[in-house]
């Protein structure tokens, strides 16, 4: 059997992408395929795809189908699996290959779907969600403190944002003017992002003890200064953070976190990143909405 896939064999800009028929893949150990429902777009994507985490190269070694998560139906069940059955709706985090009809994922960390929770958002959580859990673990704050989320009208930062609230953290978070009002819907302070930065959250709050940089962009001395010490700052993506002693955190997810943030929004207690749908045809011009935040919110691929 057959199904389509999003794949670039070169790297490039988004004229690299291509919708090919390719053979199932098929799970090993440990492993389900499942059948794609939604699969949502990173920045890692694009990222990826430009070549700039290859320098010197011009193509990857095999074709990369891109996509790291998704939410689909479980069709085959890879040996060893006893959790989950075909049929089963599910979602999650992949290595990659999301942007797809058929996905192999590992069936550890894979979560149920509540029937409240719509396709499309499912496949838009797994990379935002771990991120969020992962650097708030690391900031360790208790309730009480305060905690400066520097974008937190994107992805990363409206989870963010919101478990935090949840842990009776405060939370001032950056956004542009025109998501300033998204800001303070999710109970966080907003202030706007970009110059006067230090001013504008200092007229908010009379301390900092903590920041997640989720924006990866403007001034990381700005953020040093609030939290009063680098090892009060954690980024996710800005490129200067060697420069300022600051922790660049990348990868993995705290045991639960899956789980714990699809209960609080069956519950309706936190609500989604917005979600924008486009076709798998349209894959190009979804990663390049992203890469321009010409569109914002989770940008969502449905196969
Ligand atoms: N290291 C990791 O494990 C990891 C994981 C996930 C994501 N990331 C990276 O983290 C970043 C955020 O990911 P995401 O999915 O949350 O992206 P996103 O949804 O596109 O959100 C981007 C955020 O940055 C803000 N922003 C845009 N321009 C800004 C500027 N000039 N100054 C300050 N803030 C600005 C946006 O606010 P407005 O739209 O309101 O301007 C928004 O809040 C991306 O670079 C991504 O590659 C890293």
């Known amino acids: ?15 690299v992408l291509e919708v090919v028929e390719r053979e199932d893949p098929q799970p090993g150990p440990g492993q389900v ?8 777009v990173n920045p890692a994507d694009w990222k990826l795809r430009t070549g700039a985490f290859a320098p010197g190269e011009t193509a990857p070694r095999q074709p990369v189908v891109p996509g790291f998560d998704v939410a689909g139906v479980v069709d085959a069940v890879g040996e060893g699996v006893t959790t989950l059955q075909v049929g089963d709706e599910v979602l999650g985090g992949t290595s990659g290959g999301a942007q797809a009809e058929q996905v192999v994922v590992d069936a550890d960390g ?16 797994a990379t935002v969600v771990a991120t969020a859990y992962r650097v708030l ?17 994107g992805g990363v930062g409206v989870v963010a944002t919101q478990v935090a609230l949840a842990r009776g953290i405060t939370v001032i978070g950056t956004a542009s003017g025109r998501h ?11 202030v706007v992002h970009g110059d006067d930065l230090v001013d504008h ?20 001395a700005d953020l040093v200064a609030l939290a009063g010490s680098p090892d009060r700052v954690v980024t996710i993506a800005h490129p200067d953070a060697d420069d300022h002693g600051v922790e660049f955190s990348s990868g993995g997810t705290v045991d639960g976190a899956l789980a714990e ?27 390049e909405d992203n890469r321009t935040g010409a569109v914002s919110g989770k940008l969502v691929i449905v196969p």
Not at 1 to 15: D, F, H, K, L, N
Not at 265 to 272: N, Y
Request: glycine share 10%; proline share 5%.
């Open 1 to 15: 059997m057959t199904s389509r896939a999003v794949q670039y064999a070169r790297y490039g800009g988004p004229e």
């Open 33 to 40: 395929r499942l059948a794609v429902r939604a699969a949502s």
């Open 110 to 125: 894979l979560v149920a779907r509540p029937a409240a929770l719509s396709w499309e958002v499912a496949g838009s959580l």
């Open 137 to 153: 673990e690391r900031l360790g704050l208790a309730p009480g403190q305060v905690l400066l989320v520097h974008g937190a009208s």
């Open 180 to 190: 300033q009002d998204d800001v303070r819907a999710l109970g966080a302070t907003p």
């Open 201 to 220: 959250v200092r007229a908010a709050t009379d301390r900092v003890d903590a920041v997640l940089d989720a924006a990866g962009k403007g001034s990381l």
């Open 261 to 287: 943030f699809v209960g609080m929004l069956a519950a309706g207690t936190v609500r989604a990143p917005e979600v924008v749908v486009y076709p798998l045809e349209q894959v190009g011009r979804a990663q």
